[in-house]
């Protein structure tokens, strides 16, 4: 996975937990593709300063995943409903008559998973 | 929601942002069911000293969900999930014709609040 987008998944499910100026600049950085230095002109702070913040804010994003395994969890998910979706697709143009069935045991066993979460 | 099955919840999602002693009282007490007298004579501390440490564990499972929100989210998935399951079982016996299509739209409407979470 990309830096950039494994950064915004982070963000997405654990911004929130970053302090009102991580998330400031997470979101022009890695959101708005701001800079360093027109981050640093426009809070009137150093390019440095800017960078630290950034980084201490992507390793607390990266703890709370080591902790919580969420975005993990949940990506693994999301491939799942795109498979199953996928199934019934071709099951409905005939191209897998067993699709259905399939599609139930995807979805079977992302419930049992969350149940045992 | 009865309050034993909530904290459970919360717990599943954010109990590893706990200290081990407030992991340790919460899967005694909701967990393996043991009153705040046996958790404070096995830990030799009052059973005051007990009580205090599952409110305060609660409150801080609370405030995560509060600002991260995740059970809730995935809770309302949970219930889509097992909503499609029972539309491709009702497609099969006959009981529902647009059941594919029904599950179709669920599942691409989980994909698409994930992409915009």
Do not use: C, W
């Not at 360093?36 to 390793?59: N, S, Y």
């Not at 191209?95 to 049992?112: F, R, W």
């Amino acid at each position: 996975m990309k830096e950039f987008h494994k950064i915004n998944l982070l963000y997405d499910f654990y911004g929130s937990l970053l302090t009102e100026r991580q998330q400031n600049f997470i979101e022009l950085y890695y959101g708005d593709d701001l800079s360093l230095g027109e981050i640093a002109e426009q809070f009137d702070v150093t390019r440095q300063a800017v960078h630290d913040t950034l980084k201490r804010a992507e390793q607390t994003l990266g703890t709370y995943e080591e902790k919580l395994g969420l975005v993990d969890k949940f990506s693994k998910e999301y491939r799942s409903i795109e498979e199953a979706l996928h199934l019934i697709q071709r099951y409905q143009t005939g191209l897998e008559p067993d699709g259905l069935e399939k599609t139930k045991e995807i979805l079977e066993s992302i419930l049992k998973n969350r149940q045992e979460f």
